[in-house]
T-cell receptor
Framework: DTGVSQDPRHKITKRGQNVTFRCDPI?????LYWYRQTLGQGPEFLTY????????KSRLLSDRFSAERPKGSFSTLEIQRTEQGDSAMYLC?????????????FGPGTRLTVT | AQKVTQAQTEISVVEKEDVTLDCVYE???????LFWYKQPPSGELVFLIR??????QNEISGRYSWNFQKSTSSFNFTITASQVVDSAVYFC????????????FGTGTRLKVLA
């Protein structure tokens, strides 16, 4: 049983560039989450998908951020015109949220550094 | 508003000592889930336990035990006979029992177990 995978693991980019991250959830999980974690803090919720529908977005997700989950499988998170404040670890998680299983399983994260 | 407080920023213990990590939460929901996750240096969040708000039974799993007290809104985590491999950042999280099930995380407690 493979876990949640994320690609790339590390990304260094210059301010103003666009970046895209990918998340592959556990195959039978219909719920997918993106979180952002900065140094010394707990992860903060960014957005949530149930199957292919994006059902909630945090106010942390500015207009420069967009997320998709075509066909309810993998998901992408794009950041346009990156800023130094976007430097963080971006975590993806998936869950089933049924049958007594409500915990989220996290991927290894993508660490973004904006120079 | 929902909030999770982990007042202990960092704890250092010597191997084989017992250690308790505190978690206090705030929520207006009558039902909710509480979780503990471990984040080792590799960065991936590892699920440890989920607790339903209506189940106040304490739980033990090997060297790990959890004490849930609804009256004081606390969900504390104890490691008995700590080992160097327990060194990590530990996060407590809260989620609703419907809707998105998104997590509200605390700021984490860094545990250092010294040999």
């Amino acid at each position: 049983d493979t876990g949640v995978s994320q690609d790339p693991r590390h990304k260094i980019t210059k301010r103003g560039q666009n970046v895209t991250f990918r998340c592959d959830p556990i195959s039978e999980h219909n719920r997918l989450y993106w979180y952002r974690q900065t140094l010394g803090q707990g992860p903060e919720f960014l957005t949530y998908f149930q199957n292919e529908a994006q059902l909630e977005k945090s106010r942390l997700l500015s207009d420069r951020f967009s997320a998709e989950r075509p066909k309810g499988s993998f998901s992408t998170l794009e950041i346009q015109r990156t800023e130094q404040g976007d430097s963080a670890m971006y975590l993806c998680a998936s869950s089933l949220a049924s049958g007594g299983s409500y915990e989220q399983y996290f991927g290894p994260g993508t660490r973004l550094t904006v120079t | 508003a929902q909030k999770v407080t982990q007042a202990q920023t960092e704890i250092s213990v010597v191997e084989k000592e017992d250690v308790t990590l505190d978690c206090v939460y705030e929520t207006r929901d009558t039902t909710y889930y509480l979780f503990w996750y471990k984040q080792p240096p590799s960065g991936e969040l590892v699920f440890l336990i989920r607790r339903n708000s209506f189940d106040e039974q304490n739980e033990i799993s090997g060297r790990y035990s959890w004490n849930f007290q609804k009256s004081t809104s606390s969900f504390n985590f104890t490691i008995t006979a700590s080992q160097v491999v327990d060194s990590a950042v530990y996060f407590c999280a809260l989620s609703p029992t419907s809707g998105t099930y998104k997590y509200i995380f605390g700021t984490g407690t860094r545990l250092k177990v010294l040999a």
